[in-house]
């Protein structure tokens, strides 16, 4: 197993509400409500933890309201070196709605100073110059007030220093400034990646030849998620699309996080590229009919691997890949 950095610049708390169906400028009375500790990247090292890796969660948290995350780590099986700043980390609305629909109310966020980045770059430092290095770190979420473009490339080349594969997940112009510093890794979903696509990526076609550019401007692993259309992913292993089964969509916050989590859970272990991109699927698949991150303790975890098909697109000799 793996020991792998998980940095969340961002982080919030979650605080899920089911409901019937939300009913705008009305009063609204939730079936249910669960607030986690939680955030991009939060999620994926939660995944990564209980997959059997040894996991690091870093960023900044507010100092005024980090009880939930400190009592939420232990049980997430994740070590804690996330920076405190000053004041309150976010608190992120997720109605969902009967329908499987669901609307997401991300705040700002803290403002970031210059002297709490520092202390980030410490932290970072320290992790990676002990005697267990990690061997691989993923950056997730969106940038907090404070932190622009510029700083945002300056912090991905410093962590790309490391010389670990570096895996990022954002969006908006942090995308663009992510691909830009060519991570290992990116995973925007289809409308994320629009902007840096310079067009809609509607059909499979446009989502494979976004993939391939992508890929050809020097990201290890494209990969390009479309919700239950599933994933489409460039690399030096080929060109693989993957559907996933059928599940009653119930809250689908943390799919994309969950996958993420997949599918560097199966690069870290040397599976086959089927096999990586199997799992990582059907993990995902299986987070979107609960609130938060996907378990592969789930008893019909086998039969959601089954039903995921997985192709490979640019070689015909591949039938045994496929189910
Ligand atoms: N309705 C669904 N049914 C089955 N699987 C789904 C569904 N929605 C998402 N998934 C699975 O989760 C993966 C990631 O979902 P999606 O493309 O929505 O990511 P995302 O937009 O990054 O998600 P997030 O809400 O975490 O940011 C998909 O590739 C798919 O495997
Ligand atoms: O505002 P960001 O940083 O883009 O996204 C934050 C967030 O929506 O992402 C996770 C789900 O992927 C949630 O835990 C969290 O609230």
Not at 88 to 103: F, H, M, P, W, Y
Not at 166 to 188: E, Y
Request: glycine share 8%; with cysteine.
């Amino acid at each position: 197993m793996a020991r792998v950095v998980c940095i969340t610049l961002n982080p919030a708390l979650d605080l899920a509400f089911n409901l019937d169906a939300l009913t705008l400028g009305h009063v609204n009375r939730p079936t249910g409500a669960q607030l986690e500790a939680a955030g991009k990247g939060v999620n994926v090292a939660r995944v990564l933890a209980s997959l059997g890796h040894e996991v690091i969660v870093s960023g900044f948290l507010g100092e005024e309201n980090d009880a939930p995350f400190s009592l939420a780590f232990p049980r997430y099986g994740v070590e804690d070196a996330f920076v405190r700043v000053p004041g309150n980390t976010r608190i992120n609305a997720k109605l969902a709605e009967q329908s499987g629909r669901v609307t997401d109310i991300n705040g700002p966020g803290m403002p970031i100073e210059a002297s709490h980045l520092a202390a980030l770059r410490t932290t970072l430092s320290g992790l990676f110059e002990s005697s267990a290095p990690p061997q691989a770190v993923v950056v997730a979420g969106s940038l907090p007030p404070g932190i622009d473009q510029p700083t945002f490339g300056e912090l991905l080349t410093f962590v790309k220093g490391f010389r670990v594969p570096l895996w990022v997940d954002t969006s908006g112009p942090a995308l663009l400034t992510a691909i830009a510093a060519q991570p290992a890794a990116v995973k925007p979903n289809e409308t994320e990646l629009a902007d840096w696509a310079g067009s809609a990526l509607d059909s499979d076609q446009q989502r494979q030849a976004a993939a391939k550019r992508l890929h050809a401007s020097g990201i290890e692993h494209a990969l390009i998620s479309a919700g239950a259309e599933g994933v489409l992913w460039v690399s030096q292993h080929g060109t693989w699309q993957s559907t996933p089964p059928t599940v009653t969509a119930t809250n689908t916050v943390c799919a994309g996080d969950t996958f993420v989590a997949g599918m560097l859970h199966g690069l870290l272990s040397q599976h086959s590229p089927e096999e990586t991109l199997r799992f990582a699927t059907a993990l995902s698949s299986e987070a979107v009919r609960h609130v938060g991150v996907g378990t592969s303790h789930a008893d019909d975890f086998d039969s959601l691997q089954q039903q995921t098909r997985v192709r490979r697109l640019d070689d015909t000799h591949t039938e045994g890949a496929t189910r």
